[in-house]
């Protein structure tokens, strides 16, 4: 595990500023993505809201595109990270039940995940969480999950077969990219640049804001608005400053995380809205019209095993939402 590139050392630290009253907690964060990117907005919505929540008593600093989401969320259950913005992408390895929200082709829309993970489902799933050694403060969100690679369109299941893709270290995508003949290859977001510029890989599936974040335009040729996962995100905390707080600012923490999660949402609908445009303008070609019910056939068998690990009523439950 790579260590995070932080001089402070282990654990929050208090820094005397005036007085006792007018301590100072340093609150280290942590995020995968460039600054400008939507992780970026939704972890400075957070840190704000935080800061203003408590007059300052806690000030964040930030580590924008930090060396890898499960080495982040270890060093938040080892308290030597206070907060990460991650994907759900490694999180099912810390918290198995997480795995169900990334079925692919489980969430109609953005309205319907979001109604979903804000609603009591979502909630369930964050409680599960203190008993894995984190404190889940709130859903936030990557994006619907796209494919790009340096070889050719694709347009149904046959053309991504033989494909070596970079995937997150996740059980379920690497079962489904498996099942329709992909060549998934996890490796941490921070390498993936470069292995799409040597063509480690041939490949690499995001989310629009990712892509254009990231700037994948320069290393890949094609991009299919396949929107195969929904992706979520999570901030995440750790214990070790969560059981410091009290009530008062445990509740600071919460409500400053929705704020987050309410522009990093924001940033991803704007992405969005702008980014294939600009994606083309950059050079990909952009496949819009992506057979999904051939994907959804050909994803059938893994549909089923899902079901057994994750339990049908519950995938049912999810999509029942409306």
């Avoid at 214990?239 to 409500?255: G, I």
Wanted: hydrophobic share 40%.
């Amino acid at each position: 595990m790579k260590p995070l590139n932080f001089a402070l050392g282990a654990g929050a630290v208090a820094l005397a500023a005036a007085g006792p009253a007018a301590a100072q907690t340093i609150v280290r964060v942590s995020h995968p993505t460039p600054a400008t990117s939507h992780y970026g907005v939704g972890t400075q919505a957070f840190c704000a809201d935080l800061e203003k929540r408590t007059a300052n008593r806690y000030k964040c600093q930030i580590q924008a595109g930090a060396n890898d989401e499960r080495a982040s969320i270890e060093a938040v259950q080892l308290g030597t990270l206070d907060v990460t913005n991650t994907s759900t992408g490694p999180v099912s390895n810390f918290v198995p039940e997480v795995g169900i929200v990334d079925i692919p082709f489980l969430f109609r829309d953005y309205d319907h995940a979001r109604k979903t993970l804000d609603g009591p489902i979502g909630q369930e799933i964050l409680a599960k969480f203190p008993g894995k050694g984190i404190i889940a403060l709130a859903w936030t969100e990557n994006g619907f999950r796209h494919l790009t690679n340096s070889k050719r369109a694709v347009v149904k299941p046959d053309d991504v077969k033989g494909l070596k893709v970079r995937t997150m270290q996740n059980p379920v995508h690497i079962q489904a990219f498996q099942s329709i003949g992909v060549q998934p290859t996890p490796m941490a977001f921070s390498e993936l640049f470069t292995a799409l510029q040597q063509g480690v890989v041939d490949g690499q599936e995001n989310p629009i804001p990712v892509i254009l974040s990231s700037k994948f335009s320069q290393v890949q040729k094609h991009l299919s608005l396949t929107g195969h996962v929904y992706s979520p995100a999570l901030l995440l905390m750790s214990p070790a400053l969560w059981n410091k707080l009290s009530d008062a600012d445990k509740t600071a923490f919460r409500e400053a995380a929705k704020t987050g999660a309410a522009a990093q949402r924001k940033k991803v609908n704007d992405d969005e809205a702008a980014g294939i445009a600009q994606l083309r303008a950059d050079g990909m070609e952009v496949v819009v019209a992506v057979d999904g019910n051939a994907f959804r056939t050909a994803l059938t068998p893994v549909w089923t095993d899902f079901a057994k690990k994750y339990g049908a009523d519950n995938i049912r439950r999810i999509q029942d939402v409306k």
